[in-house]
């Protein structure tokens, strides 16, 4: 395969993922976008987390955890906690209403793929699965 049919592939799946978040946006009743679900499921799966342990999960910066974290308490979908021996730990939580818009937000995208994958037959869809997983596969051996 040459260069450029990989740019076009890349380019296609880049297309394809905007088209996707675009759409599951419109869909979404809260206008808070990809990165705050992203930190809201962290929280949810791995419970309360420090910024920093937030930050290098997610791949986001320092400072763009703070924004996302400040925005998060600002909606009430998530609170700070403190170290009560050293109030310099500060940790983000995930609350009530946090967890009910995280759960909202996961069942729209699973909804919205749903949708946009249907065009594909069953055997498209097993050859994407493949073909995914040998990508991936490919991360876990550059990694040795």
């Keep these: 395969m040459g260069q450029t049919d990989i740019f076009k592939l890349i380019r296609s799946g880049e297309l394809f993922?905007?088209?996707a978040i675009i759409r599951w946006m419109?869909?979404?009743d809260y206008n808070i976008g990809i990165s705050p679900v992203l930190v809201l499921t962290e929280l949810?799966?791995?419970?309360?987390q420090k910024h920093t342990t937030l930050s290098k999960k997610l791949g986001y910066s320092p400072g763009a955890i703070t924004s996302i974290a400040d925005r998060l308490i600002k909606l009430g979908l998530a609170e700070r906690k403190y170290n009560e021996n050293d109030r310099r730990n500060v940790f983000l939580s995930i609350t009530?209403?946090?967890l009910e818009v995280q759960q909202q937000a996961i069942q729209k995208g699973r909804e919205l793929?749903?949708?946009l994958f249907k065009v594909?037959?069953?055997e498209e869809v097993q050859q994407l699965i493949n073909i995914y997983a040998k990508l991936l596969k490919n991360f876990d051996h550059n990694e040795e």
């Design 26 to 28: 419109k869909s979404f």
């Design 113 to 115: 793929h749903v949708e």
């Design 120 to 122: 594909l037959s069953e």
């Design 44 to 48: 949810k799966l791995r419970g309360t």
């Design 96 to 98: 009530d209403k946090g």
């Design 17 to 19: 993922t905007n088209e």
